[in-house]
């Protein structure tokens, strides 16, 4: 069936470093989406790309959609603790149905 | 707007019992699903609604019932609790799936079934 992987599970840094997340896909997705979910909260909407080698920013945050549209990733520059929680790609095939990644769970160390 | 509520935020249950988990929304949107989410797995989606009346399988939907009689609910339904079923329940809609809409998602339900 479908599947979205994501990796890495778990990534520590020191507030400034840079971090990234990536998801890939076995076959090509129509658009995928970008969540952010807080300690203890709900998934919030961050961003959508649709479109091959789409490239979306938002502040520090660099969105990438491949150019196979089977693959993705979230970059974020200069992290602050403001940013720490877990990141998730949900990938949609036309068939009425996301498919999430397992999550990027971000810990930033002021 | 309330957007996407979810009620309970707690529930404990006893195994075999049932229960009915709670979502309702005011944005008028047709594109309602639920999700569990487990530590390490992200979120799998259970059941979907495309509009009232319509409702399709998700990806674990063994163990859960769902109807949509109106558009702004969209009730999941326990029919015996395993501890299987132990997890966070969230419940999120759309105008519709797939671009240019995002889901809107609840609060969530923490169940403990023991």
């Known amino acids: 069936g479908q599947q979205v992987m994501q990796i890495p599970q778990y990534q520590h840094v020191q507030e400034g470093e840079d971090f990234t997340t990536y998801c890939n896909s076995s076959?090509?997705?129509?658009?995928i989406q970008w969540y952010k979910q807080r300690p203890g909260g709900h998934p919030v909407f961050l961003i959508q790309?649709?479109?091959?080698?789409e490239v979306k920013k938002q502040k520090r945050l660099t969105f990438q959609f491949g150019e196979a549209k089977k693959n993705s990733s979230l970059h974020i520059t200069a992290t602050q603790t403001t940013d720490v929680g877990t990141y998730f790609c949900?990938?949609?095939?036309?068939?009425?149905?996301?498919?999430f990644g397992s999550g990027t769970k971000l810990n930033v160390k002021p | 707007n309330a957007g996407v509520t979810q009620t309970p935020k707690f529930q404990v249950l006893k195994t075999g019992q049932s229960m009915t988990l709670q979502c309702a929304q005011d944005?008028?949107?047709?594109?309602m699903s639920w999700y569990r989410q487990d530590p390490g797995m992200g979120l799998r989606l259970i059941h979907y609604?495309?509009?009232?009346?319509?409702?399709d399988q998700g990806e674990v939907p063994n163990g859960y019932n769902v109807s949509r009689s109106t558009t702004e609910d969209f009730p999941l339904r326990l029919l015996s609790a395993a501890p299987s079923q132990t997890s966070v329940y969230f419940c999120?809609?759309?105008?519709?799936?797939?671009?240019?809409?995002?889901?809107?998602f609840g609060p969530g339900t923490r169940l403990t079934v023991t």
């Open positions: 999120a809609s759309s105008t519709a799936p797939g671009p240019p809409y995002e889901q809107y």
């Open positions: 076959t090509t997705l129509s658009n």
């Open positions: 790309l649709v479109k091959s080698g």
């Open positions: 949900a990938g949609y095939y036309n068939f009425n149905k996301f498919y």
């Open positions: 944005m008028n949107h047709e594109y």
């Open positions: 609604s495309v509009g009232a009346g319509i409702t």
